[in-house]
């Protein structure tokens, strides 16, 4: 296995932290027709902590699943007490099934990440050992093979990281995933904000606790196929950049400022060649040009505005992230 690197170890610092000795471990992992890893999973992720010593369990959160995914979960409970489960009513999304899974765990430290087995139960070990070491929060961070940089995929997640680091000042990995393990604290730091609008990539780093960085390799996914469409990654960018910055309004006042110097520069121009009589017939081009510009940057903005002003009207209405159908062998909160 990799060897975790923690940041404080790194820079040389003395960490003087209290970890209870017989810890609870939290599996959470988001579910969307997932029928044939859930076993798998459970079973990995319990070998897991029985490897490293330590007592868990592992929380489903069904986000709506049409498969047999609920009946797998079921005959699992009914063998382990360890297999607890959250079922929505619908499919709210896969940052809701992680504010479920986190608002539900009752772990000493929570490992959040994926039912598909791309994120491996068996970084435990190496996720322990840094949060043992004083990190209250440990990121994962792939180690993608060259060829999967190349890929539209790769760029595109590079280039929106990249943005959400220069516009929102957090320190961003293109990278990292929702693959992480978090202290009890952090958790309970998590569960009091109430956004709507939840981009657990951006919030955590927020929350500013200490942190570090464990490598790792995606693994394969068990079956199936992915769910995260080239919407919900699009859904997911722009939850990021409008929860975390007033960017996009700044540069509509820019842009307007930019526009109305060059229509007043268009217009001075237009002025002096009609002074000297340059001024011909094909105008037209000119001024369709310019309507188009005006047109095009006045929709644009209309369309950031609405987009902040819809996010407060939802947050406003005050609805829940989710919505629990039943829950299996977790405490209520």
């Given amino acids: 296995m990799e060897m ?8 040389g610092l003395s960490v003087e932290t ?41 929380v489903f959160v069904d986000d709506g699943s049409r498969d047999d995914t609920a009946d797998e979960i ?35 430290a929570v490992v959040t990440l994926d039912g598909d087995l791309q994120h491996p139960p068996e970084l435990l070990e190496n996720l322990l050992e840094a949060w043992r070491r004083g990190s209250d929060v440990v990121h994962t961070i792939r180690i993608d093979p060259p060829e999967q940089n190349a890929t ?6 590079r280039l929106f990281y990249r943005v959400m680091g220069l516009i929102s000042g957090l320190p961003l990995s ?17 569960n009091e904000l109430g956004e709507r609008f939840v981009f657990t990539r951006g919030i955590v780093p927020w929350l500013g606790f200490r942190d570090s960085e464990v ?50 520069a268009f217009g001075l ?37 609405s987009e902040y002003v819809g996010r407060i009207h939802e947050e406003v209405k005050g609805r829940p992230r989710y919505v629990v159908d039943r829950m299996v062998g977790v405490e209520p909160r």
Avoid: N
């Avoid at 975790?4 to 820079?11: L, P």
């Avoid at 009513?89 to 608002?103: D, E, I």
């Avoid at 293109?174 to 393990?181: G, K, Q, Y």
């Fill in 18 to 58: 209290s970890r209870p000795g017989d810890p609870l471990i939290s599996f959470v992992a988001p579910v969307l027709d997932e029928g044939p890893c859930v076993a798998v999973f459970a079973r990995r992720s319990l070998d897991a902590a029985e490897a490293c010593g330590v007592a868990c369990e592992v």
């Fill in 4 to 11: 975790a690197r923690t940041s404080e170890v790194q820079a």
């Fill in 74 to 108: 079921a005959k699992l409970q009914a063998r382990d007490p360890r297999i607890k489960s959250i079922h929505f009513t619908r499919s709210f999304g896969h940052q809701a099934a992680l504010c479920a899974g986190l608002r539900f765990a009752s772990g000493d």
């Fill in 174 to 190: 293109p990278r990292s995933a929702d693959f992480r393990l978090m202290d009890r604290r952090v958790v309970d730091a998590f």
């Fill in 215 to 264: 490598p790792y390799r995606v693994g394969d996914r068990h079956s199936g196929h992915t769910k995260f469409s080239w919407g919900r990654r699009l859904r997911l960018a722009t939850d990021g950049i409008f929860s975390f910055s007033v960017l996009p309004l700044r540069v509509i006042t820019s842009l307007g400022l930019c526009t109305v110097l060059f229509a007043f």
């Fill in 152 to 157: 539209a995929k790769g760029w595109t997640s």
């Fill in 269 to 305: 121009f237009g002025l002096i060649s009609y002074a000297m009589g340059r001024v011909d017939d094909g105008g037209w081009m000119s001024l369709v040009c310019l309507l188009l510009i005006f047109g095009g940057v006045q929709l644009l903005s209309l369309g950031v505005v």
